[in-house]
């Protein structure tokens, strides 16, 4: 029974991989571009393009489990592909973000909400994850703290509970691998509430200096986000921060509650990536 691990060069995929293989499990590494993912020896890698749908047969060949990313284009195809493959169980990396009012027109939910309808409507059983904000979000900051600059936020006490990657990845393998979660809609999270300035206090104790945080206004905020990404999806994560400014966020499941294991701590995730926040 092999396993099917799409986005095989994201953060998380990769790290599925590297758990089921360790395992000794049969698994197959997908990625629209195949020879670039970094897998172990001996995992089988495979191409998979959601808008070519010639591609899915080759992946989803003897296929039983399949851990996918929501790319909303192309869906149907390959939800009825797997369907006639005789895959059985597809494991969503969602987001949190598609329980909030409003995910169907909103950009940072809407390609997630449109993938786990696609596979609700479908004959395979499904678990969806949902993380929250991750932990590595904060490599956003890394060229500002490297070259000693402010971090500039237009709402520095927003509070999230930000989880780290390494924590879905483990959340990800007992979904494929045992049938505690199988099904199951899962709000994923860390195990503490941080504001954005608690966490850079975190990463200023790590490094061991100032990081200097500099409040802006939205306006600016908008400006400055406006250079990488569309302006829809600039407003609606200030929208999303804006809302966060009022009180603790929710703690949602962990892997201390679903594994019985402690969940990792922003501070850990800090630890092991403070080489990222120097400048080279």
Same mark, same amino acid.
């Given at each position: 029974m092999t396993l099917l691990i799409t986005g095989a060069r994201g953060q998380i995929g990769r790290a599925v991989v590297e758990r089921l293989h360790a395992a000794g499990l049969p698994v197959r590494a997908a990625s629209a571009r195949p020879a670039e993912p970094t897998v172990p020896a001996g995992v089988e890698t495979v191409e998979?393009?959601?808008? %070519? /749908?010639?591609? @899915? #047969?080759?992946?989803?060949? !003897?296929?039983?489990?399949?851990?996918?990313?929501?790319?909303?284009?192309?869906?149907?195809?390959?939800?009825?592909?797997?369907?006639?493959?005789?895959?059985?169980?597809?494991?969503?990396?969602?987001?949190?973000?598609?329980?909030?009012?409003?995910?169907?027109?909103?950009?940072?939910?809407?390609?997630?909400?449109?993938?786990?309808?696609?596979?609700a409507d479908s004959?395979?059983?499904?678990?969806?994850? %949902? /993380?929250?904000? @991750? #932990?590595?979000?904060?490599? !956003?900051?890394a060229r500002s703290i490297g070259h000693s600059l402010p971090v500039q936020l237009p709402y520095p006490d927003a509070h999230i509970a930000p989880i780290h990657p390494e924590d879905i990845a483990d959340v990800a393998a007992r979904a494929l691998t045992g049938d505690s979660l199988t099904g199951r809609s899962l709000t994923l999270t860390g195990s503490e509430s941080l504001t954005f300035r608690e966490q850079l206090a975190v990463l200023s104790d790590t490094l061991g200096r100032e990081i200097p945080v500099e409040h802006i206004s939205r306006a600016e905020a908008e400006q400055q986000?406006?250079?990488?990404?569309?302006?829809?999806?600039?407003?609606?994560?200030?929208?999303?921060?804006?809302?966060?400014?009022?009180?603790?966020?929710?703690?949602?499941?962990t892997t201390e509650t679903l594994l019985g294991v402690p969940a990792r701590t922003y501070r850990q995730w800090a630890r092991e990536n403070a080489a990222a926040f120097t400048a080279e």
């Open positions: 998979l393009v959601l808008d %070519r /749908p010639e591609t @899915f #047969a080759a992946a989803l060949r !003897g296929v039983r489990q399949v851990f996918l990313y929501p790319r909303p284009g192309g869906i149907h195809d390959l939800v009825e592909a797997a369907e006639a493959a005789g895959v059985e169980h597809v494991v969503l990396l969602s987001s949190s973000s598609v329980l909030a009012p409003g995910a169907e027109s909103d950009p940072l939910a809407s390609h997630s909400l449109t993938v786990e309808r696609a596979l004959a395979l059983t499904t678990t969806f994850l %949902r /993380p929250d904000a @991750f #932990a590595s979000n904060s490599l !956003g900051w986000m406006g250079r990488h990404m569309p302006a829809p999806m600039v407003g609606s994560l200030l929208d999303l921060w804006e809302g966060a400014n009022h009180g603790p966020a929710a703690i949602g499941e």
